[in-house]
């Protein structure tokens, strides 16, 4: 009974492990579509053209998206590149001489001695560092969001994510932000780099995202914690 009870509590251990990792990948909260508000159905009148309370005719305006629930196609265009390079030299030197000290006018030690006070004390130090960085990142891609609010100003909070499946592997896309109405084009697009507090998020799971991932041991002797 011992070990079979051992061996359950490794196996519940191992699960929990498990559901501790995979919870790593979960898709983050907030970039969640958003519906428009379901309006009261009107009573029908027919005989007119115009009937009071269907706003949207669009007879004399375009199809732009305005409104809470509307979509936006976002066209990822981000390109980052960063390049720091640092050099530091450093110097120091120190000379000091002590000659040997007088006593009632008597130059000590006095006689025949075989020794002497005279010090003489020496030191130099010297640091050279130097320091070079290079980053580059880039994403291309579209990604269709929705209008979450509409603030008092006109412009358009858009949030949201796509998830693609290929194999066994699952990526998502995230992305949320304040978008101006006059930067949506007639196709009801939109350049990633127009997009005002931008949040974009681009990960996944999956044996591919795994084996590219540092093992727990690994990132521990390349943490700040690690002395040496």
Same mark, same amino acid.
């Given at each position: 009974?011992?070990?079979? /009870? ?11 492990? $498990?559901?501790?990792?995979? =919870? ?19 009573? #029908?009148?027919?005989?007119? @053209? ?13 199809? /732009? ?6 979509? @936006?196609?976002? @066209?990822?265009?981000?390109?980052? !590149?960063?390049?720091?390079? %640092?050099?530091?030299?450093? !110097? &120091? ?9 007088? +006593?009632?006018?008597?130059? +000590? ?7 002497? +006070?005279? #010090?003489?004390?020496?030191?130099? #130090?010297?640091? %050279? ?8 990142? =880039?994403?291309?891609?579209?990604i269709t969001v929705t209008v979450a609010n509409v603030l008092l100003n ?7 994510? &796509?998830? @693609? %499946? ?12 304040? $978008? ?11 350049? =990633? ?9 681009? #990960?996944g799971k999956g044996p591919v995202a795994s084996a590219s991932k540092l ?7 390349? =943490? ?5």
């Amino acid at each position: 009974m011992g070990v079979r /009870r051992c061996l359950r509590l490794t196996c519940v251990g191992a699960v929990l492990v $498990v559901t501790g990792c995979a =919870s790593y990948y979960e898709p983050k909260s907030g970039f969640e579509v958003t519906y428009p508000e379901t309006a009261t159905p009107l009573p #029908q009148i027919n005989g007119a @053209i115009y009937r009071e309370g269907y706003t949207r005719l669009y007879l004399f305006e375009d199809r /732009r998206a305005r409104g809470v629930g509307d979509v @936006i196609t976002v @066209i990822l265009n981000e390109e980052i !590149s960063a390049d720091n390079e %640092s050099e530091a030299n450093t !110097s &120091k030197e120190n000379d000091i001489d002590i000659d040997s000290p007088k +006593l009632f006018g008597y130059t +000590l030690p006095r006689g025949n001695a075989t020794f002497t +006070l005279d #010090q003489e004390l020496k030191s130099s #130090q010297e640091f %050279s560092g130097k320091g070079k960085r290079k980053q580059g990142n =880039s994403m291309t891609g579209t990604i269709t969001v929705t209008v979450a609010n509409v603030l008092l100003n006109g412009n358009l909070v858009v949030r949201g994510q &796509k998830w @693609i %499946s290929l194999n066994q592997d699952n990526e998502y896309i995230q992305i949320a932000g304040i $978008v101006r109405p006059e930067d949506v084009s007639v196709e009801n697009t939109v350049l =990633s780099t127009q997009v005002a507090n931008a949040r974009i998020v681009y #990960q996944g799971k999956g044996p591919v995202a795994s084996a590219s991932k540092l093992g727990w041991l690994t990132r521990f002797f390349l =943490s700040p914690i690690w002395p040496y």
